[in-house]
């Protein structure tokens, strides 16, 4: 159901959520028997109201690559801002850290921040 993340290319966890939520779908249409596209629906809904977040973040980061000489440039300071370095590390394991990389302006501040 193509949810695999673009930022990292995980794909296993999503697919198995993405499995689950079809699997709780059918489920309660078999208890209903109702198995209208209506119904069948609610699986897309689901899916992407608990899988969206985190992949929006995701393309939301990859948008950012138009700033190549930005992130070439935070790249080069990752050693004097151990601070930057630490979120970048966070935001690659934590999804809910890779909002804080969601904007342009998070990645002006931080160099700027005390440690």
Same mark, same amino acid.
């Given at each position: 159901?193509?949810?695999?993340?673009?930022?990292?290319?995980?794909?296993?966890?999503?697919?198995?959520?993405?499995?689950?939520?079809?699997?709780?779908?059918?489920?309660?249409?078999?208890?209903?028997?109702?198995?209208?596209?209506?119904?069948?629906?609610?699986?897309?809904? =689901?899916?992407?109201? $608990?899988?969206?977040?985190?992949?929006?973040?995701?393309?939301?980061?990859?948008?950012?690559? +138009?700033? %190549? &000489?930005?992130?070439?440039?935070?790249?080069?300071?990752?050693?004097?801002?151990? =601070?930057?370095?630490? $979120?970048?590390?966070?935001?690659?394991?934590?999804?809910?850290?890779?909002?804080?990389?969601? +904007?342009? %302006? &998070?990645?002006?501040?931080?160099?700027?921040?005390?440690?």
């Amino acid at each position: 159901s193509s949810f695999a993340d673009s930022l990292t290319g995980e794909g296993i966890g999503n697919a198995l959520a993405s499995g689950y939520y079809a699997a709780t779908v059918i489920s309660e249409q078999i208890k209903s028997m109702d198995f209208s596209a209506a119904k069948l629906s609610a699986y897309d809904q =689901l899916a992407y109201t $608990k899988r969206w977040d985190e992949l929006e973040q995701s393309l939301h980061i990859i948008g950012l690559a +138009k700033y %190549f &000489s930005l992130i070439q440039w935070l790249n080069l300071n990752l050693n004097k801002h151990r =601070l930057l370095l630490y $979120k970048l590390i966070r935001a690659s394991i934590d999804f809910r850290e890779r909002n804080l990389f969601s +904007k342009l %302006f &998070s990645y002006l501040k931080l160099p700027f921040t005390r440690q």
